[in-house]
């Protein structure tokens, strides 16, 4: 699956903006210098995930395993093009499948380990994965036995495979394939190496391919910002469905050729151990936890972060005494990062941005002509301004609100089947610029910054999980005890974000949290959409043309 023009990619790369190298061109460089340096290592707690011995492979050894991964994929007959879902937890086996997809030529369709009937039977259809890849149980959920039942439902979905002890009726073990020599390919740096899933306001998640060259500039932002260094260790605790894991812990692993360490799902004293026991340069943390473990200064004296060089930070607003205190009490800078699967890749870096407070606050204007951030390639590979969201026009002052608008280096091609009955429209205006939807300033010293506002979508981002309050809305309001339903999230130390439900009930009829609950189970919604409050109301508030209004709710 090719993405853009033919002449748009030579442009590029003769602007220097980008290569001729793969995401396996990088991965091969890094096996034959570094063969026997630890590639990937599986989290501490493994076996409480999927019931597997956690492991740790060298470059020799995951590239042996990569290449009998991709001849089992020839043997069942997947070529350059075809769609391969991935639903893993966080191990040495996915950066494999990775790997191994990669080098076939397979567009990767990652999905959140939390997906169930109701989410994956609408997008594997859509999307028209040919193979799906799962564990046999992932927290005693028997995965495997949910994507066999979807299985016999979608036709075009002809492999149910399964990484475990043992595989369902209807479907295989993935280690027991058979092998076959596959047909010669070689990647081409616009072929298609993802297509992941964004929640906007639409019911149905958008699909965001991406290719190569995509992929490294978004990595390249994360190794600049951060400050990352050749053969550095990285743990990854976001799962590699999406920007946060692929963009800024997998694609800066193999810029930088060291070692990958994974964690998933989130546990903060398995956290906490890997960090000294791996030697980790660099992680990600939200903000909430970031503050949570300042104010818990007897269990953080105890800690040992000497390793790590600096840490990554977002999808919420930074409070700037946080970073502040990070740098000043433990020599730890935080980057501040503002991201989306589509390319957007606002970094505030210790180098561009020295002054952490400032650093929590506002992001660097890369793009901006008259403007310089040396520290950050990106900067001069992306275009960025504001535009009045009621009249188009360009923004240039300071403190009045904006859409965001970017081109460049790191935005996608378009949402997959973009136009077509079912998928989204084009997010580009006549001249190229990508629609964020979201909301900035222009602010600080010098008007040099962009400063983050709201976003103008209402998507609910809990735990790093991005949710969309329309399909909450839609199954809340399909409850015979419920005449109308919104959500809208409210805020929480831990997750970021949790979701409350406003329910006006059916004439005489009462509404609980639980019920609400057992109705979305029912629907096949994944758990972490579940609604955790529940607020009961006469009307909701809506604007003269009926759309609800979130903001007042939150309020």
Known sequence: MRLGSDEKTRDFIAKGW???????????????AHSERIAVVDPLNREEIDGLPPRRLTYRELAKEAERAGRRFAALGLGPGDVIAFQLPNTVEQVVL??????RGLVISPVPIQWREHELTDVLGFVGAKAAVTSETVREFAHADLLVSIGKR?????????????????????????EADPAPHTPHVADAVTICWTSGTEARPKGVPRHHNHWISAGIASVDAARLEPGCVILNPFPFINMAAIGGSFVPWLLTGGTLVQHHPFDLPTFLKQIPMEKVNYTVAPPALLTMLLKQEDMLAKLDLS?????????APLPPFMVKAWQEDYGLPIVNIFGSNEGTCLFSGA????????????????GVEGLDWPAARMSGRIE?????????????????????????????EGYFRQGEPGAPESPFDADGFFHTGDMFQIAGPGARYYQFVERAKDIIIRGGMNISPSELDVALTAHPDVAEAAVAAYADEVMGEKICAYVVPAAERTVTLDALADHLRQQGLAAYKLPEKLVVLDALPRNPLGKVLRRELKA
């Open 351 to 366: 180098d561009d941005v020295p002054d952490p407070e400032e650093r929590a606050r506002f992001f660097p204007r890369f």
């Open 384 to 412: 960025t301004k504001l535009a009045d969201i009621q009249t188009g026009e360009e923004i240039t002052g300071a403190d009045t609100p904006g859409e965001l608008l970017l081109k460049g280096a790191t935005v996608f």
């Open 18 to 32: 980008w290569g001729e190298e793969t995401l396996l061109d990088l991965f091969d460089a890094t096996a034959q």
């Open 154 to 178: 979608l036709s075009g979905l002809e492999h149910i495979l399964v990484i475990g002890k043992s595989a369902p009726k209807g479907a295989q073990r993935f280690d027991a394939l058979e």
């Open 307 to 315: 390793s790590l060089k600096s840490m990554g930070s977002g999808s």
């Open 98 to 103: 990775y790997l191994a997809a990669m080098r």
